[in-house]
Nanobody, 121 residues
């Protein structure tokens, strides 16, 4: 089994910062790409950022310069540092991780439980 556990959401004032984390555990042989998505009420799910196993990174235009994705391979954890938060960043944030389980040969995308991030004064 594989489990993703997210932490770090909550309520923050405009201009504030939050750090999200997502830790994978279980029968993991290898982790490839790690991603953060978000979904605001009434909106489609949006890819916020991703980081490849080799460190390649990209961001949605809406968060470039404000959000930073990083990973700690020793801890099987991906982070999302969010700064200069604005009300339009309010959404449920999800991590996804492409994992190859022990004794298997293919990668499967696992999803975290999602955590609300609310930006409001």
């Amino acid at each position: 089994q594989v489990q993703l556990v997210e932490s770090g959401g909550g309520l923050v004032q405009p201009g504030g910062s939050l750090r999200r984390s997502c830790a994978a555990s279980g029968s993991i042989a290898e982790i490839n790409t790690m991603r953060w998505y978000r979904q605001a009420p009434g909106e489609q799910r949006e890819l916020v950022a991703y980081i490849g196993r080799g460190g390649s990174i990209d961001y949605a235009d809406s968060v470039k310069g404000r959000f930073t994705i990083s990973r700690d391979n020793a801890k099987n954890t991906v982070y999302l540092q969010m700064t200069s938060l604005a009300p339009e960043d309010t959404a449920v944030y999800y991590c996804t991780v492409d994992i190859r389980r022990l004794l298997t040969s293919t990668y499967v995308s696992y999803w975290g439980q999602g955590t609300q991030v609310s930006v409001s004064s």
